[in-house]
């Protein structure tokens, strides 16, 4: 590829960098128990969720900043932040997407995510963040119908308050680390999803997040409840406007799946990566963790992470139940200036557990993505099975590949299998695919797609193919 | 747990009763850096794993009874010795108890052998465990070898305590001339009742285009306590084969750490670990890349029985401009008993991009229709144990890369995995 067009695309702006300007009520920055009050006391919460939040506060003040990642960025200040954003018309909730401010709706616009079209012809339920406050859920009769409950966290805490008690910090406690508890204290809202006891959700449910306001951080809450027996797939994806100044995301996602139950959690996170210099960016501090309860239980976490300039995230299992499952697909990119410690963690605590990882890490520019996962087998977890596979692609002189995999095997039937690879995109490959009259960069598109397409079949299709369009537009400017 | 610390006082009287030679300013250096940094604890994130509480413990009594040196006229260190010796053919430089021993070197082989005191030039010191060893260290060995030599070099660290607590040192460093191909056995046991913690710090320096092939074996008594450093920095082209099995002792701990700062150079180290009950052996290697070409490769093997706990830890760091880099790192482990526990980390750390990087870790039991297969043949269970196992470890004996060691090595080993099997099949 000549120099200009590697220039051309490398000086490519953020396609969904804009901000949208509505005005949003604000808490001045900082935090305090008067701050976790507040925002309690805002969102009309029962009196134990307020005591919840005020012990999550005392226990965060006890705790540190985790230190061990593979990631180097300035520390956060966290008295700098604003811990609570809700768009103005926060009073007056609108009733259907007819009633959303329009500038919204544009701002979904210009990310290509025309809500209430996808909703309809995907088939696709929408709960939409907008800053912290859910302002749009469609497709609420068709899963009221079948039982299924798909609201806002604050929703939830309101109508279902019992649910949220028995299953809320059960699966992350608390205290569980730094940032969970940060999120356990300030929550602002997020997604609530219940499946009765053998239902099928009748569709895919799906949030958009996004980050708005300036200098908020949002701290988002999802708690997913499969029953016995039912079923649910759940889209996460994720784009935020420009911003100079590292915006803190901290989000908690908390997933229980009881007997014989499945949940697939697909995420694409696309997060403002920064420019090419590493200015601005959101610093992605996630702790997602599902729980398979009962026996024949099914979690599976896929993945494409292209965004964030910090993404420190390890979505996890914990295989309690008999023969249950976990799976980690993930597909990892960082160019430019991003870093990215990512993976996740197996516990295998049941008898017959099986789990399987396979995580493919991309690095172009300067950046610097680790894969960081966990396999323990617990000494009463008898035929526990593990198979692992993480690979990593290298594009580019300056960025770095690192995998930093554990393992802790207690129990002697248990077979653990973990392979990994690192290479860059061959000379061979491309050179074939060149003189075939294949453009140098659909060449690569078309080699790392190849690369990644274990990870995106596990999509759901209408995911998989932005996740697609998605990795072509990450990578563009950082081959050469 | 809290960890025990090390108590720096008795240490730093047990420094100063040491002979003022050339050695006390080293000493010094390091007992001021483990008066400031201690040594590591399960916090630290290379010590996991591994608690070094045993080794403090002993340390602390050691040295709170006055850190006596053994001499080494004990009747049974020299029937071990001497049962060594007669096993393989080797030019020996012996150190008992700590204290160096050359009764048994031929120094007419041509190899060139110095005491640290003799020089003043400083020895390694850069981690706490080395700190330690150059603190308490009553003298080390600097070993040339200008030219290939009939008999591999033989590096005896033997130790023997009957009574309470003892603690020894061993410092030896190796330089292999430009072009010359060496042999080196390092052999690592001990003997007696008495608590023991053996610390060594071995460093291997390869000329340009030499090669070498080094063999370590440990075979202490199951219970005693080692830590065992060794730094490898090959020259450029310089190729080095290696070899480790470790059979016994209780806690163990080894570190390789291998430094390519020269290009061409081909390192192959390979170890084999056998554990039973009481034993916890923790294996960690590094290897930098600093430039490239250059190629690593490593395979561990482990058989674990009994109520035991092995760490494999292999780290592969491509330094930027390392390009041309070959690292491969290999683990696979037998699980054979219930209590038995595997923890393994291979790791890999890069930044540049024409790499080749690979690693590749397993961990199971052994094949059920194998197994059946040899019962169907009139083979009791632990007969059909034995024979699988010792065909697992047996590739790696036979990579063994001192031809005079092999014999040694294959029946320690079998000895090793009839006793292992017995205690559970």
Same mark, same amino acid.
């Given at each position: ?480 | ?212 092939? &080094?063999?370590? !074996?440990? +075979?202490? #008594?199951?219970?005693? *306590?080692?830590? %065992? ?5 090959? =020259?450029? /082209? ?61 395979? &561990?093997?482990? !058989?674990? +029985?009994? #109520?035991?706990?092995? *760490?494999?830890? %292999? ?5 930027? =401009?390392? /390009? ?72 790696? *004996? ?28």
């Amino acid at each position: 590829m000549t120099s200009e067009n590697i220039e051309s695309i490398v000086n490519r702006r953020y396609e969904h960098g804009f901000v949208t300007d509505i005005e949003t009520e604000s808490l001045p920055p900082g935090l305090d128990e008067g701050v976790v009050r507040a925002i309690s006391a805002r969102k009309n919460e029962p009196e134990f969720m307020l005591e919840w939040r005020l012990q999550a506060y005392r226990q965060w003040l006890e705790m540190a900043e985790p230190e061990w990642a593979h990631l180097h960025y300035p520390p956060v200040k966290f008295n700098e932040i604003s811990y609570y954003a809700a768009p103005k018309s926060d009073a007056d909730r609108p009733k259907s997407l007819d009633e959303v401010d329009p500038k919204l709706l544009e701002t979904y616009d210009k990310l290509g995510i025309p809500l209430h079209e996808r909703a309809r012809l995907a088939g696709v339920a929408v709960d939409a963040v907008f800053d912290s406050v859910s302002v749009a859920t469609t497709f609420k009769d068709k899963l009221s119908e079948a039982g299924v409950i798909f609201c806002s966290f604050s929703e939830a805490v309101r109508e279902h308050p019992e649910l949220v008690k028995k299953y809320l910090g059960s699966v992350v406690p608390r205290r569980d680390n730094f940032y969970a508890a940060l999120n356990s204290a300030v929550f602002s809202d997020g997604s609530f999803v219940y499946i009765p006891k053998g239902v099928r959700c009748p569709m895919e449910l799906s949030t958009y997040f996004r980050i708005n306001a300036a200098n908020t951080g949002q701290f988002e809450r999802t708690l997913i409840i499969a029953d016995e027996g039912s079923h649910v797939s759940y889209l996460e994806g994720c784009t935020a406007p420009m911003r100079d100044e590292n915006q803190l995301h901290a989000a908690v996602v908390e997933l229980v799946a009881l007997e014989g139950a499945e949940i697939k959690y697909s995420t694409v996170q696309n997060w403002y990566p920064g420019d090419e210099n590493g200015v601005g960016g959101i610093y992605n501090f996630v702790t997602k963790r599902g729980d398979c309860r009962g026996a024949n239980s099914k979690i599976s976490w896929t993945q494409v992470e292209t965004g964030s300039a910090i993404t420190w995230k390890y979505p996890s299992c914990l295989l309690r139940g008999e023969n249950s499952v976990g799976e980690f697909y993930s597909v990892a990119v960082a160019n430019n200036m991003q870093q990215a410690d990512t993976g996740t963690k197996m516990i295998h605590i049941g008898a017959n557990t099986s789990s399987t990882i396979v995580s493919k890490g991309i690095s172009a520019g300067k950046a610097q993505n680790a894969y960081r996962g966990l396999v323990k087998v617990m000494p009463q977890a008898h035929g526990a099975r593990n198979h692992t596979q993480c690979d990593s692609l290298l594009i580019g002189k300056e960025c770095g590949a690192h995998t930093f995999p554990y393992m802790e095997i207690k129990n002697p039937s248990a077979r653990i299998e973990h392979e990994a690879t690192t290479s860059k995109i061959s000379a061979d490959q491309l050179f074939y695919c060149r003189q075939r009259g294949i453009s140098e960069e659909d060449a690569v598109n078309m080699i790392v797609n190849g690369f990644c397409k274990e990870v995106f079949k596990e999509l759901p299709m209408e995911f998989a193919v932005e996740a697609q369009a998605l990795l072509n537009v990450s990578l563009e400017g950082a081959v050469g | 747990m809290k960890q025990v610390a090390l108590s720096i006082d008795d240490l730093r009287e047990a420094v100063l009763r040491m002979p003022d030679d050339a050695l006390m300013a080293t000493r010094e250096a390091a007992l001021a850096n483990l008066d400031e940094h201690g040594l590591p604890s399960v916090r630290d994130e290379d010590w996991k794993y591994t608690d070094l509480g045993p080794a403090i413990d002993i340390s602390n009594r050691w040295l709170a009874n006055g850190a006596t040196i053994t001499t080494t006229s004990n009747d049974l260190l020299a029937d071990a010795i001497a049962a060594i010796a007669g096993a393989i053919d080797a030019n020996w430089l012996i150190i008992a108890n700590g204290v160096i021993d050359t009764s048994r070197f031929d120094e007419s082989s041509g190899i060139e052998v110095q005491r640290f005191s003799e020089s003043a030039a400083p020895f390694v010191m850069d981690r706490p465990l080395a700190d330690l060893n150059a603190a308490l260290l009553n003298d080390g060995l600097r070993v040339q070898i200008h030219a290939a030599t009939e008999k591999p070099l033989g590096i005896l660290i033997i130790d023997e305590t009957n009574a309470g607590a003892a603690v020894s040192q061993a410092n030896v460093e190796i330089e292999i001339a430009p072009g010359c191909d060496a042999e080196v056995i390092e052999y690592q046991s001990s003997t007696g009742t008495g608590d023991h913690f053996g610390n060594s710090v071995i460093t291997l320096q390869i000329g340009q285009a030499a090669i070498a092939s &080094y063999v370590r !074996i440990q +075979n202490r #008594r199951i219970g005693h *306590v080692q830590s %065992g450093r060794l730094c490898a920095t090959p =020259g450029r /082209d310089a190729r080095l084969n290696m070899a480790s099995y470790d059979l016994g002792g209780g806690l163990v701990r080894n570190d390789v750490d291998i430094d390519l700062g020269e290009p061409g150079a081909d390192v192959v180290f390979n170890g084999l670990y056998l554990a039973g009950d009481g034993q916890h052996i923790d294996n960690h290697t590094r290897v930098d890349h600093r430039v490239g070409p250059a190629s690593s490769s490593q395979e &561990y093997r482990g !058989i674990l +029985n009994g #109520r035991c706990r092995c *760490v494999w830890n %292999g780290k592969a760091i491509v330094h930027a =401009g390392a /390009d041309g880099t070959d690292a491969n790192q290999a683990n696979h482990n037998l699980l054979l008993s219930e209590h038995a526990e595997i923890d393994a980390k291979p790791e890999l750390e890069i930044y540049a991009d024409d790499v080749k990087c690979s690693h590749g870790t397993t961990v199971g039991q052994l094949d059920e229709t194998a197994l059946f297969y040899l019962r169907t043949r009139g083979l009791d269970k632990r007969q059909a144990t034995q024979l699988l196992t010792h065909a697992f470890a047996a590739d790696l *004996v036979g990579r063994a890369p001192v031809a005079a060691a092999i014999d040694e090595i294959t029946s320690l080993v079998e000895s090793r995995l009839a006793d292992l099997i017995q205690e559970e099949a």
